[in-house]
């Protein structure tokens, strides 16, 4: 008999160790839960609150929570599928993301989401910003048109090798 901690998700239970979030045990089990600011090299951060799930409840970022056992996690529900489809129609409108002409199409996460939670017109009116595009660091092009605020470029920088 195994002594590894669980908690659920949906009704599976995730096995975690000491130290993983909700969104890392999930991960390693296998069970997607849809994120942009998430990335494994670098810290929590829970800026673009597309993991949002309930525990217990209660909402709360699953990349930045820590796995306790016995927690009673919701990811998949209609209100929070609602709630993530608003997220994403509101970042799609407010930058310059028009898919099907952009050279990321097709390798896109806000894209993926986008499809995987059946966005496929805009809910809101673009806002057709026209920021700076900043091509000042010799390995990042920041384009702030596009920019969805999840600091992974930030992270980058500060927090890797």
Do not use: W
């Amino acid at each position: 008999m195994s002594d590894q901690k669980t908690f659920l998700l949906d009704g599976q239970e995730i096995p975690f160790d000491p130290g993983q979030t909700v969104m890392q045990a999930a991960l390693t089990a296998g069970v997607f839960i849809p994120h942009l600011c998430y990335h494994p090299e670098f810290r929590p951060h829970g800026s673009c609150k597309l993991c949002t799930v309930k525990i217990n409840g209660r909402p709360a970022t699953s990349c930045t929570l820590p796995a306790q056992a016995g927690m009673e996690v919701e990811s998949n529900t209609a209100e929070i599928r609602d709630k993530r489809r608003a997220l994403v129609q509101m970042l799609l409108v407010e930058g310059n993301h028009f898919c099907p002409s952009c050279e990321k199409s097709g390798h896109c996460k806000l894209q993926a989401l986008g499809y995987a939670l059946g966005v496929m017109t805009p809910h809101f009116t673009h806002f057709f910003p026209d920021r700076p595009v900043d091509a000042s660091h010799p390995e990042v092009l920041l384009d702030f048109n596009r920019c969805i605020l999840c600091e992974l470029c930030i992270r980058a920088s500060s927090e890797g090798d």
